[in-house]
Every structure is written in C-alpha cells, then in structure tokens.
C-alpha cells in the first residue's frame, strides 16, 4: 500500500446527462473522494469555467465527455490545445463512445487517457477510484 498522502484535485465534469453527472458524485461518495468537483453542462461553458478564476489554477483536471450540445467534445479539446493558458491542462475523455474516429481524434489532443463509461455502476465507482488515486499521486501542471 503507498504511504504518500492522496492530493486533492480540482475535477472539471463536462457532461451534458444529468444522470451520468449524479452517478458521478454517488461514485465520489461511495468512494470518499473529496476532491472537488465543477460541471459544466456543454463545450461553451467548459470553456468558460476553465478560463474564469472559479476553477484554481492548480492540480487540475478534466474530465470530458464527446457527445455535447453547443460543441463536441473534440471541439473543446481543439480549442484548450490551442489556448495558451489551458494547452497542458490534463483532459481525460470519459464517454460511451467506443468509435475508432473518436478515440483517435481524442488521443491526436493528447488526451491522458480515453475511459468507457461502465454500464455496472460498482465498475463505475471503481472506475473512478482508480482514476482519482492515479492523478492524486501524479504531479499535474
């Protein structure tokens, strides 16, 4: 087991489907991750939030899902790497979407990592432990 203490993240959910956002904080829940956690319902407002002084500038991390209204998620992915202030932000695609094209295009704005969402919601908490413990011990910019 590692000794080094879990760090707390600054988590950006972009997801559009109210269900999935709330099966997202039961999965923080189930497995007490305090870590806090933004939405932003689309493309626009991902943007919008990952730009203001809402959202600290440090230890952060997206979490992107591709089917949006307004704008996709490869769209919002093109524009945080071609933003000077966002290019290193760490973005991880968390969708149903298991389209080749997705997934390459995804990978081509050097997304760290390119998650199917679990149908079972205890492989979803596990999922998202996994996920936060990872990025918890890793030194983000």
Do not use: C
């Amino acid at each position: 087991m590692l000794d080094a203490p879990i760090k707390s993240l600054n988590i950006l959910l972009v997801e559009d489907d109210e269900v999935d956002v709330e099966n997202v904080r039961r999965a923080f829940k189930r497995a007490d991750i305090v870590s806090p956690l933004w939405v932003a319902s689309d493309g626009v407002e991902a943007l919008r939030v990952l730009r203001s002084q809402e959202f600290p500038a440090r230890r952060r991390l997206v979490l992107l899902d591709l089917n949006l209204p307004k704008m996709s998620g490869i769209e919002v992915l093109h524009e945080i790497r071609r933003d000077v202030a966002l290019r290193h932000l760490t973005v991880v695609v968390l969708t149903t979407s298991n389209e080749e094209r997705d997934r390459t295009a995804a990978f081509g704005f050097n997304v760290a990592g390119y998650l199917l969402k679990p149908a079972n919601f205890a492989h979803f908490v596990d999922l998202i432990t996994v996920l936060h413990r990872y990025w918890s011990f890793t030194e983000l910019h």
